[in-house]
């Protein structure tokens, strides 16, 4: 071999710096003379007829400002104000409150009361509604306001540090795509890696089994690498892969930044967690949620988190007097309380994971840190707390007796558990009210930011008044970076938030956000000024309005409430909304419910839509057109529900192509569920066997009378309705269940009761094994994969007999 031709391949092995360095050139002189242009500048070099009178010319990488800070949003989820150390809470978060000793917390944050709208305020800056977010992407409408599709206009600030050099990285609860478009079909454009963020590792709904997770690698479903079995825990992972992700791209280029925008499932339901988290709580809280309230604003007042003349809210005509319960419930209602608290510390301990490995490798101190929580805490585990949080999506009761008896594995991978709404209450302290209404226990959050090389000030508090949407313009202003006119060619909105950088080391700076409206189901409030205007919708509470959450805002009763149901409180004298004045300022009152109209005008606020989880039912436009029959194949992705034919109430029949060895087979032929609730087809000790899984509630199984016979075969199972439903009691139809061999009947049975309105909250199509948590629980582990071949399976919704169709579904399925 030649010496030039060595030189080139050891150049090819080794990189440029060793072309450099064999030349003799200084690998840094070498890089110092390159010549580079801008994108969009003209060449400046020179191009000859040949290499020795040319100059060579290189289009600019991006790179990052030097010595540009890393960004790191940890986003925790129904967390409330008064849940964590740093804030008064009675739950141990010694790593959060170091991260806020080390920096700031902000007393005054707010939110939009509701997930996914508060998390497409904290990546774009603007407003929820701006968005398109007037609700959870699974509740969109026809509306600019209410669609679900974030705007490209509105630009998400990992599009714009991508655009100044930075690594942007996503992991976690995502729930910002359209629930039709998260199906392998797509569109990919509104998932993480289609907003700027290159690489993803996480959840795109709303929450998720934290033993057994719906996982999202960039753009493709993927599986846990361990069962719970082996230890495996959602939270744990997360930070793993978030480490590996910052060490990939530091040990290669060191300078170079990062933005990642950390969500773990926390604290939303499930609230899982190992045993030994929950225990470190025994007996903690059997003195009841009024206890809690009363110590944790004891020491909010010690640590100053609220002004000292601040009045703790009333007790919520919502909550039950602990005093009065009984000691079962007293029993049952204080472990669950511990397992959020477990919950908790347990994420906390992992987020301090992360962190420690930012200051192993040099880069905490340079490290913008933002932590904060997307709502106020979660009332939707009713009165009582559940077992299955599917409960309240489908207006199913939760029920006592069988809460009790789970009581031992409560946290664990069999239950999808939520505590009770006195703990909600608590969690808020020193606000009245939760999640999902736009009272300051909704929608105030706490707010710790670290970023010891930025920021002088130690452990001190900040109260000037700031939203959800004032994140990313303080990043950019603390980066230095103006927001550009345009990104990939769309024309960028103005950003609507305001900086807090002037706050940083000045506790006197003045509020820049003067004026923020709220809207969240009909839940109305406005702040300005240091004053709130307060409409609350259904009402004060549920007692004192005898409705419920959903009740329907018609126009009549709207411009009733415009009139009548208005509350106005001093904020900067009332800290937690406990003096209404709405009779004694009512001038103020009227011009504020007028300047709430004009900020529902500017940011598309209308319609305004109070209907609760009745939205989720609504048709939204799909990818594909309608039609009454839907082919699926084995070894694809999961198609999640909301891209999936809804099969709640009516009429179908689902057909399996497959084969059974001499031997026999077992396992999963079609699965549309999860633990949580759903129905699978599956074989079993030589049996065709239909399961249904009624929200953890109860469990039904038909079984066919005759053992599966070997061969290739369609194997069927028709559903037809027997009665009406009552979807506001919480029932389905009634069904009337046959199974079938190649149309001929094999199996019958009977549901007394189907779920009304939403199966698992993860569920989605998949065919030869149930991946996930198990549907049958009871009957097999996860997935259950059929141990024979499964050709195809077809999913039909016209409602003709299986015994009619036989003959042409096996043609059907033979051509597809």
């Given at each position: 071999m030649s010496d030039d031709l060595k030189l080139t391949?050891?150049?090819?092995?080794?990189?440029?710096?060793?072309?450099?360095?064999?030349?003799?050139?200084?690998?840094?002189?070498?890089?110092?003379?390159?010549?580079?242009?801008?994108?969009g500048q003209a060449f400046p070099g020179v191009i000859g007829r040949t290499f020795d009178v040319s100059k060579p010319a290189w289009p600019e990488p991006r790179r990052a400002r030097e010595g540009a800070a890393n960004v790191l949003f940890i986003i925790l989820d129904d967390t409330g104000f008064g849940q964590l150390g740093c804030f008064g809470g009675l739950i141990n978060t010694p790593n959060l409150d170091a991260l806020a000793a080390n920096g700031l917390r902000y007393n005054n944050m707010h939110t939009t009361a509701l997930c996914s709208p508060s998390r497409s305020c904290f990546l774009t800056g603007r407003n929820h509604h701006s968005n398109g977010m007037a609700c959870i992407t699974e509740g969109s409408e026809g509306f600019p306001g209410s669609n679900g599709q974030i705007p490209f206009e509105n630009g998400f600030l990992s599009e714009i540090l991508q655009q100044n050099g930075y690594n942007t990285y996503a992991l976690g609860k995502w729930h910002l795509t359209p629930a039709e478009q998260t199906s392998a079909a797509g569109p990919y454009d509104r998932w993480p890696l289609g907003r700027g963020f290159e690489r993803y590792f996480g959840f795109l709904g709303g929450d998720t089994h934290q033993y057994y997770p719906e996982l999202v690698r960039d753009n493709s479903q993927t599986e846990p690498e361990k069962t719970p079995e082996e230890g495996y825990h959602l939270t744990p992972d997360l930070v793993e892969k978030a480490k590996a992700m910052i060490a990939d791209s530091k040990q290669v280029a060191p300078n170079k930044p990062f933005f990642m925008y950390f969500a773990p499932g926390a604290m939303h339901a499930p609230h899982h967690v190992p045993k030994e988290w929950a225990d470190k709580y025994r007996g903690k809280f059997d003195d009841g949620w009024d206890a809690y309230r009363q110590k944790a604003f004891a020491r909010q007042k010690q640590l100053g988190i609220v002004p000292a003349n601040t009045v703790l809210a009333r007790h919520d005509p919502d909550v039950q007097d602990w005093g009065k319960l009984s000691a079962d419930e007293h029993r049952l209602f204080a472990r669950m309380m511990e397992v959020f608290a477990g919950y908790l510390e347990h994420t906390d301990h992992?987020?301090?994971?992360?962190?420690?490995?930012?200051?192993?490798?040099?880069?905490?101190?340079?490290?913008?840190?933002?932590?904060?929580?997307?709502?106020?805490?979660?009332?939707?585990?009713?009165?009582?707390?559940?077992?299955?949080?599917?409960?309240?999506?489908?207006?199913?009761?939760?029920?006592?007796?069988?809460?009790?008896?789970?009581?031992?594995?409560?946290?664990?991978?069999?239950?999808?558990?939520?505590?009770?709404?006195?703990w909600t209450h608590a969690g808020n302290t020193p606000f009245r009210r939760w999640k999902r209404e736009t009272y300051r226990g909704g929608v105030s959050d706490p707010f710790p930011i670290s970023w010891p090389k930025g920021i002088a000030a130690r452990g001190e508090i900040r109260s000037q008044y700031c939203h959800a949407i004032d994140m990313v313009p303080t990043v950019l202003d603390a980066l230095g970076i103006t927001p550009p006119p345009s990104i990939r060619g769309v024309t960028q909105s103005p950003i609507q938030g305001f900086s807090l950088k002037s706050s940083f080391d000045d506790a006197s700076a003045?509020?820049?956000?003067?004026?923020?409206?709220?809207?969240?189901?009909?839940?109305?409030?406005?702040?300005?000024?240091?004053?709130?205007?307060?409409?609350?919708?259904?009402?004060?509470?549920?007692?004192?309005?005898?409705?419920?959450?959903?009740?329907?805002i018609d126009y009549n009763r709207l411009i009733e409430l415009d009139a009548r149901g208005w509350e106005l409180y001093n904020v900067n004298e009332d800290f937690a909304e406990t003096n209404n004045l709405a009779e004694t300022e009512r001038d103020r009152l009227i011009a504020m419910i007028g300047m709430w109209y004009v900020e529902a005008g500017k940011y598309d606020v209308l319609p305004i839509d109070s209907r609760g989880t009745a939205r989720f039912a609504d048709p939204r436009p799909q990818i594909s057109a309608s039609r009454k029959k839907y082919v699926y194949y084995p070894g694809t992705q999961a198609v999640p529900g909301n891209a999936a034919p809804y099969l709640i109430n009516v009429a179908h029949s689902i057909s399996v192509q497959a084969n059974v060895p001499e031997t026999g087979a077992e396992g999963v032929l079609f699965s549309m569920g999860g633990v949580d609730g759903g129905f699978v087809f599956y074989v079993q000790s030589g049996k065709l066997v239909y399961g249904y899984n009624y929200v953890a509630d109860q469990r039904f199984k038909i079984a066919s009378t005759e053992t599966v016979p070997a061969?290739?075969?369609?194997?069927?199972?028709?559903?037809?309705?027997?009665?009406?439903?009552?979807?506001?009691?919480?029932?389905?139809?009634?069904?009337?269940?046959?199974?079938f061999v190649d149309g001929r009947q094999i199996g019958s049975g009977d549901l007394p009761v189907t779920i009304p309105l939403q199966l698992g909250l993860a569920a989605g199509v998949v065919v030869g094994a149930d991946t996930g948590s198990p549907t049958m629980d009871t009957d097999y582990k996860a997935p259950f994969a059929y141990t024979g071949s499964i050709k195809k399976a077809l999913v039909d919704i016209t409602g003709e007999p299986v015994e009619d169709m036989a003959a042409r579904m096996k043609m059907y399925l033979s051509r597809q």
């Open positions: 391949r050891r150049n090819v092995l080794l990189g440029g710096t060793a072309l450099a360095a064999a030349a003799g050139i200084a690998p840094a002189a070498a890089t110092a003379e390159l010549l580079e242009y801008k994108p992992y987020i301090g994971e992360l962190v420690a490995f930012l200051k192993d490798i040099g880069e905490y101190d340079n490290t913008l840190v933002m932590v904060v929580s997307d709502n106020g805490a979660s009332a939707e585990g009713g009165p009582n707390g559940s077992v299955n949080e599917g409960k309240f999506f489908n207006n199913v009761p939760d029920d006592l007796q069988q809460n009790l008896a789970a009581i031992n594995d409560i946290g664990g991978p069999k239950y999808f558990n939520h505590y009770p709404w006195g003045p509020s820049l956000h003067l004026t923020q409206y709220f809207e969240m189901f009909g839940h109305r409030s406005l702040y300005h000024d240091g004053w709130r205007a307060v409409c609350p919708w259904p009402g004060t509470s549920f007692t004192e309005s005898g409705r419920t959450f959903g009740a329907p061969g290739d075969h369609i194997f069927s199972v028709e559903f037809t309705p027997t009665g009406k439903a009552d979807i506001p009691k919480g029932k389905g139809v009634p069904a009337a269940i046959k199974l």
